[in-house]
């Protein structure tokens, strides 16, 4: 199988993949991996991957041009056409099924052995690494075939995680460990359930020594846990066809704050509906 890799700092990967099982899996054949420099498509003097968000807020977001333009270039010119999207009974989206474009972001659902085993059937995996603040919400519902979370905790951006998937993924392959028997005998090999009354992390944050919240039991009113982020968007207010949401140009801050709301409940209800349990809940939600 063949992994391609989207990435801002595309010599983090000199070193992760170059070592132990995955080493031994791209020498024997079982792998290829490709590692593609975003800003390499971009088309000004400044190799401008990111802007402000619309709506104002904190920090950068990765603008989609570039992402859209990177990937159609790994998978082919006619990939647009061939990822034509269908839906699954569950809603999900449904796309070339034997190739994932997964967007790796603290919002996304999270990396389980079961989504391991799933992309360890697929011929093609192409991961986009995050960065900043955010990508531009336009990449998660028109490009990539899901969002992927590795857990619920801050990092600096998608590469760890992608060089992560890698490596889980590539061990579940046919002939990558020598012996067979160890990739079934690991932990989460099989199914399991999570006990516990931890409370999960709200946009893929922890805190070190904060309280626990008991599951099924709401937070109070204002307290934002449990909800993931909400979606971005930033320049152009236009592309292919798919705008902006209006409210967000308006410059009305409260409406942009009601919606971020919203649009953060929903999106925490379909990628992540476990962590609502601990969301503090108004009456407007």
């Known amino acids: 199988m063949r992994f391609d890799i989207i990435t801002i700092f595309p010599e983090f990967f000199d070193g992760p993949l170059d070592y132990g099982i995955v080493r031994r899996a791209k020498e024997g054949g079982l792998v290829e991996i490709g590692v593609h420099d975003l800003r390499e498509y971009t088309h000004d003097r400044h190799r401008t991957v990111d802007d402000r968000p619309f709506g104002g807020g904190e920090g950068m977001v990765l603008k989609p041009e570039s ?6 270039a790994v998978l082919g010119k006619d990939s647009n056409a061939r990822r034509t999207e269908s839906k699954k009974e569950n809603g999900e989206k449904r796309k070339d099924e034997k190739t994932a474009v997964v967007l790796l972001s603290a ?34 519902e ?26 889980a993924v590539t061990r579940l392959l046919p002939g990558a460990l020598g012996n067979e028997a160890s990739a079934v005998q690991e932990s989460f090999s099989g199914e399991f359930s999570v006990v516990g009354d931890q409370q999960p992390a709200i946009n893929g944050q922890q805190s070190g020594g ?73 009456e407007e939600d």
Do not use: M
């Open 67 to 72: 992402i859209f333009e990177a990937v159609e």
């Open 142 to 167: 028109h490009l990539a075939t899901e969002e992927l979370s590795i857990g619920d905790y801050v990092l600096s951006g998608g590469e760890l995680p992608a060089a992560l998937v890698v490596d």
């Open 210 to 282: 904060g309280r626990r919240a008991r599951r099924g039991v709401p937070l109070p009113s204002g307290e934002t846990r449990g909800i993931l982020d909400y979606p971005h968007y930033t320049r152009p207010a236009e592309y292919r066809g798919w705008a902006v949401p209006e409210v967000l140009l308006g410059g009305n801050h409260a409406e942009i704050a009601r919606w971020r709301r919203r649009a953060a409940l929903e999106k925490t209800l379909r990628n992540r509906p476990d962590l609502l349990p601990f969301a503090g809940f108004s």
């Open 107 to 140: 919002a996304g659902k999270l990396f389980r052995q079961e989504t391991a085993r799933r992309y360890a059937q697929l011929e093609r995996v192409v991961l986009i690494c995050g960065r900043y603040e955010g990508v531009d919400e336009r990449v998660a």
